[in-house]
T-cell receptor, first 115, second 111 residues
């Protein structure tokens, strides 16, 4: 597609349920990033993937969070046993390759609300 | 903790005026980028300035970087109502592919 797409746009779930958030990066981009943005805050890095290399999971806040990237393209961020503090906008970005000088292209985000 | 901190947190100006936003950071950086976000959704990359550059221009945008003061500024000249958005600085450090974002400056341009 022309840009990064994410689904769903909005997700409301009950505390304790698991959720899956999906990201489709720009075709041909080998690097994919997940960020979390709480209300009125900046972006918090969660995880990034580069090609077939092991992902950098250093930003994941707890072991309830996990992400995978199948076939080097689509990525899924899974949050298990959701808590109210998980409520945030989850943003995905991709870049041609992983690199500090590479522009990251962001998707529209998934707004997650945990009741 | 946030690497970049923007100030002011909010800025309201009249259309046609210039808007200046500042960003301070704490550790050595490889580069600094500015992003724009509308309506709490996806971010759009505006400009990247490398640590060995002092100033960079792109259209109505002017970015400066002072590594001795660990600060950067984003100037938007001749602002338009469509410039209303939140603006974030993001820093990248050598040895890491992570970008660290500040909390942003919310700019309102009044027609």
């Amino acid at each position: 597609g022309a840009g990064v797409s994410q689904s769903p746009s909005n997700k409301v779930t009950e505390k304790g349920k698991d959720v899956e958030l999906r990201c489709d990066p720009i075709s041909g981009h080998t690097a994919l990033y997940w960020y979390r943005q709480s209300l009125g805050q900046g972006l918090e890095f969660l995880i990034y993937f580069q090609g077939n290399s092991a992902p950098d999971k250093s930003g994941l806040p707890s072991d309830r969070f996990s992400a995978e990237r199948t076939g080097g393209s689509v990525s899924t961020l899974t949050i298990q046993r959701t808590q109210q503090e998980d409520s945030a906008v989850y943003l995905c970005a991709s870049s041609l390759v992983a690199g500090l000088r590479e522009t990251q292209y962001f998707g529209p985000g998934t707004r997650l609300l945990v009741l | 903790s946030q690497q970049g901190e923007e100030d002011p947190q909010a800025l309201s100006i009249q259309e046609g005026e210039n808007a200046t936003m500042n960003c301070s950071y704490k550790t050595s950086i490889n580069n600094l980028q500015w992003y724009r976000q509308n309506s709490g959704r996806g971010l759009v990359h505006l400009i990247l300035i490398r640590s060995n550059e002092r100033e960079k221009h792109s259209g109505r945008l002017r970015v400066t970087l002072d590594t001795s003061k660990k600060s950067s500024s984003l100037l938007i000249t001749a602002s338009r109502a469509a410039d209303t958005a939140s603006y974030f600085c993001a820093t990248g450090r050598a040895g890491s592919y992570q970008l660290t974002f500040g909390k942003g400056t919310k700019l309102s341009v009044i027609p």
